[in-house]
């Protein structure tokens, strides 16, 4: 018995039962960002399914800050394409295969990491287990752009030209990775690892020093706890903040009288059962 072929184990090949020949690691596996062939015609058109998706696609919404401003739940990607549109970017950090074992042998599948970011503020990390790659990584860039958040940047000594690093020290954590990002002054640049530096740099931070622990090789744990560290800086009530707070209402609330109209001029009836 050969080793780690016929078990489709990790260590020398996945065996027949592992990836098929047209999914190994060699050929075209759709990395890269960018767009990814022509669109279809569903993508082109888009339906809002929410409250929050019609309000954004009527206009009644300017801009994601409002979203943040009243914590409404995104349930769809178009909303984030909508503001940000082509100043997104996603970039695919790594593709890995996972295997659950069967009666029948291992079934293998692919998982993504995928980040987004416009470099000016909002970024998002995204995760998709998939039998095929290509799949897997559309998931995955759906799912980062649901998950966008705003990052807050400030200054290093005097407040001169635009905020170019973190507010304040901030720390994030998945698994056993830990990661600390400390404000630098301007011409530092990112002081980090090759991984949270690209999530860095697509959140739109230019200058920041990093501190990690744990088992930062796990490229998954290190870009979630990049990712959690980015999503605490609005998190920290700082004194400029200290403002009186000016209530508005919430959107829901606002445009009431729209989302009470029905979406479209069709009626359905409910047909009564035969027992009825």
Not at 61 to 70: P, T, V
Not at 131 to 137: F, G, P, S
Not at 144 to 153: E, F, G, L, T
């Amino acid at each position: 018995m050969e080793g780690g072929g016929d078990r489709g184990g990790f260590a020398r090949g996945f065996g027949d039962r592992g990836r098929g020949g047209d999914r190994g690691r060699g050929g075209d596996r759709g990395r890269g960002r960018g767009r990814r062939g022509p669109k279809r015609e569903d993508e082109e058109k888009w339906v809002p399914v929410t409250k929050l998706g019609r309000l954004v696609q009527q206009g009644k919404i300017k801009s994601l800050e409002q979203i943040y401003l009243h914590s409404l739940a995104v349930k769809e990607h178009q909303i984030v394409e909508f503001f940000l549109g082509a100043a997104l970017k996603d970039e695919v950090m790594k593709i890995m295969p996972v295997q659950k074992q069967t009666r029948a042998g291992q079934r293998t599948r692919f998982k993504a990491f995928v980040v987004v970011g416009d470099s000016n503020g909002h970024v998002g990390l995204g995760v998709k287990c998939s039998k095929e790659v290509a799949t897997a990584i559309r998931g995955a860039i759906i799912l980062a752009k649901i998950s966008v958040v705003p990052v807050r940047r400030g200054y290093w000594g005097n407040k001169i030209g635009k905020p170019h690093t973190i507010y304040t020290k901030v720390t994030g954590k998945c698994g056993s990775v830990s990661i600390r990002l400390i404000p630098a002054p301007k011409g530092a640049g990112i002081v980090a690892a090759r991984t949270p530096k690209k999530v860095l740099q697509m959140a739109g931070i230019s200058d920041v020093y990093t501190s990690s622990t744990g088992s930062t090789k796990t490229l998954g744990n290190f870009v979630k706890a990049t990712f959690d560290a980015l999503h605490r800086t609005y998190g920290f009530l700082t004194p400029d903040l200290w403002m009186e707070t000016r209530f508005a209402k919430s959107p829901f609330q606002e445009f009431t009288d729209f989302l009470a109209k029905p979406t479209s001029g069709k009626v359905y009836h409910m047909e009564p059962s035969a027992e009825e």
